[in-house]
Structures are given as C-alpha cells and as structure tokens.
C-alpha cells in the first residue's frame, strides 16, 4: 500500500496524523519535514523570554519519539523539490517516493521587509522552533531589541521581550499597533499597555537601513531617525507558502486552494494550516487548523468530512493587555460601537442589518467572548 504523505511538521501536520491515527492505526504514513522534527506548539515561540524557556523546553518531542507515538515515518532535514502528479510521486533531488494521498502543511515563510546595511546579519525571525533557538542564543547578554512589525507576532513578542528583561522598540509604519486585527481605540489600550510596560514604539516610518555600531546596531528609519539596539527581530507577518504547489500546477491563490474537504484542484492531493486557502479563506491561526485537522483526518480514514468554520476568535498573548478580537468580514459594510474604560475596551461591529459580525475585546472585556461568540454567524 502506498503511503499517505504529509508534507510539514507543524501543529498542522502533526495534528493530522495525530487525529488521523484515532481512525487509522494501519495506513502507512510518511511524514516530510526540512526541519530537525521536534514536536512542538508554535504560539508558544512568543511567550518564551517570559517563561524563561529554550528551544529544547519548548519541545514536547523529539523526532523519534514523536514518529513511534504517530505510527509514522517520520524523516527530517530533507526538502521536497517537486510534485509528480503523474506518477503520484514526490521528488526529493534524485529521490522520489510514490504517494497514495498527498497532504501539503507546508505553512507560511516569514515576508521580509526590505532593508539594506551591514548589519543585516543582526536581523533575526522566528517562524518555528529552530529559529527561535537561534534567536535565543543570538539575544543572549543582549539589552534591547527592535521589533519591525506591530502586528500580532510583533506585539506578542514586544510584550514576551520585554517581560524579559529587554528593552524594547517596535517600528509600525500603519501608525498603530494590530491595525489588521483592532479598531483604533482598541489598538490604543493596547499600546499604552505595552508602553506603561517599556516599549517605545515609533507609529508612521518604517524601518530602512540596520548598520553595524559599536557592539550592537544602528537602525535608520524612513524619517530619518535612528534606533540603537542589540538585535532586531523581523516580525512583519507570513505568507502561505504555495511554491511547490504552483509547481505542481495546483490552483493558488493567497494560498493552496482547496475545497471544504481540504482537496485542491489534483483529487489526491489536500491542503490544510498555514498554506491552505479554504474555501476562499486564509485564516493562520489555531482554531482552523484543528477543525481542519479532524476533519481531513476522517476524509483520509475513508469518510469524506467537510470541514465547518465557526465562529473563529483570535486570542492575542499580550498580557499587559489581553486582546481577543473576530474581525469581520472586508466585504461587509457596518459600524463600529465602543465602551471604554482605560485598558478595558469593548467594540462589536453590526452590519447594516444590525446583524454582529464581529468584535474586539481588551482587557476585563475579554470575559464577554463566550457571549458574543453565540451571537455571531458561523464562517460556513
């Protein structure tokens, strides 16, 4: 029997084979990965500094003893080069090996803004355990950082960083932090938490040049002002990652696209996580990736399961100010509504019907999330 191939080691891979063998104890399973294969939760690389956690503790397993708990094959270090739709193969440089069924988790890479200098080499993302193994090491003995991006990665490890023990700066030329998440007297609470914390952060430029100085850098900005700090870490958001299926002449779009029941344009081959566009949505977070999960893993244990998308909440890990938002739909015309107390900021967005698609909540009013959750429409 031919085996089922999973193409990504991420809580999207590893949560479809996990879920897959509760069906499946039997269907030989290959497990593809360019990584060292450690099993481990992404949301946590950004509350690791507050933890006090390395690489090694943030790991919950190892290759090997990940592979025997999933039945599975697991193979690290190796990089998939091609798709053979043809024969039902994929290449790894003068290697092919047959599929039966083709899962690609590959995820997102990290988009980099463009920078120049010489200090280049002081520029640091965390996209997975691997790199935030690096950039643990790199920010050892180190002072202060400068964080580019005040988005959600950015804010999370504004707060993660300076809890600590870091002086931190965050570059975000929107000109408010989480603007793709919060309205704006959200996105406030959520910044004069953080700079009650110790964060500075500079709204409207955006980062241009990182040059060597002294021991540390020198980070020329779009206004001409300059930062000096330790380190940088980039943390400009992600891109699904749909090289390999463009490759494979898969439809892409924002990411692979795929059907309800996670199948793209070839029928043997499914996409779910980071680099899946279901359904016409790109959604990076957790709560599609589980519902994805299961439902493909019953798909694959013969009993085709379309997936359903909830009401999906983003939680944000900024302790200074807890976040928990649904942002609603861009095609969708409405208003905002707000109360406001301090930190503690309460907004639903009602469509022209009066209808609520979505809210954002800080602080004490992240509690009326469950509240909220029941009055919003289902995703689909």
Known sequence: MDPIIVIGTGLAGFNLVKE???????TPVIMLTADDGRNYSKPMLSTGFTKDKGADDLAMG?????ASAFNATLRTGVTVTA??????????????????????????????PPMEGDGMD??????????YARFREAAAGKKSVLVVGG?????????????GGYKVHVVEPVGRCLPTFLPEPASAAVSSALGKLGVVFH?????????????????????????DVDIVLSAVGLRPRIGLAEGAGLDTGRGVKVDRFLRSSDPDIYALGDCAEVNGHVLLYVLPLMSAARALAKTLAGEDTAVSYGVMPVTIKTPACPVVCVPPPQDVAGEWEFEIDGHHVKALFHDSDGQLRGYALTGDACGEKMKLNKAL???F
């Not at 897959?20 to 039997?26: A, C, E, P």
């Not at 043809?86 to 988009?111: I, T």
């Not at 709204?203 to 060597?212: K, L």
């Not at 002294?214 to 206004?223: C, E, I, Y």
Request: hydrophobic share 40%; glycine share 10%.
């Open 20 to 26: 897959l063998r509760k069906l499946d104890q039997d």
């Open 62 to 66: 190892g290759a090997e003893q990940t």
């Open 377 to 379: 429409p289902a995703l």
């Open 122 to 131: 002081a520029v640091y993302t965390v996209n997975d355990l691997m790199d």
């Open 151 to 163: 988005g959600l990665i950015g804010c999370e490890f504004a707060n993660d960083l300076t809890n």
């Open 203 to 227: 709204f409207g430029p955006f980062a241009q040049r990182v040059d060597r100085h002294g021991d540390g850098v020198r980070v020329t900005l779009s206004d001409h002002s300059t930062v």
């Open 83 to 112: 798709i053979d739709r043809g024969a039902k193969e994929v290449v790894l440089g003068d290697e092919r090996l047959r599929y039966s069924k083709l899962v690609l988790a590959c995820g997102a890479d990290v988009f980099r």
